[in-house]
């Protein structure tokens, strides 16, 4: 029997766990069809953004096999199927980044280390960027 998903924020949680959802994989069709620089995704709170957001990660993501995940879904219909997996996507999130400043700060901090540890791989050849802009980004 298919679950509610309330307080859920991952994609992969959201079809893993058998809930039920709402197929916007096309949302990704989409984006990728939009010739501009910048994409500001603006809703009020409990619209979605977050997992919206998780399933763009999860197709998008190199360091994924998400084929079973999005099996099902509309996206997998399209030409765009070649793109899942194809990238290396960074994605943070605000929606825990709650109460004073050095919370948030924290938070923040915690996910840009993750991320950076995740894609560690990509910074394996250029010699000394790693350190120093890391360093530079940690401090503030």
């Known amino acids: 029997m298919k679950k509610i998903p309330i307080g859920t924020k991952s994609f992969s ?9 709402v197929d916007k994989t096309l949302m990704i069709k989409e984006f990728l069809g939009r010739v501009t620089d910048v994409t500001l995704i603006t809703r009020p709170r409990r619209f979605g953004k977050t997992i919206n957001m998780s399933m763009m990660a999860e197709f998008f993501d190199i360091t994924k096999d998400s084929k079973e995940i999005f099996k099902g879904t509309k996206i997998m219909e399209t030409p765009y199927v070649a793109e899942i997996n194809q990238y290396p996507t960074i994605f943070i999130s605000f929606a825990d980044a709650k109460r004073d400043k050095e919370t948030v700060v924290s938070t923040i901090r915690t996910q840009i280390q993750n991320q950076w540890d995740k894609y560690d791989f990509v910074f394996e050849n250029l010699k000394g960027f790693k350190e120093i802009n890391y ?3 940690m401090k503030y």
């Open 135 to 137: 360093e530079r980004l």
């Open 13 to 21: 949680r959201l079809v893993e766990g058998n809930y039920y959802f």
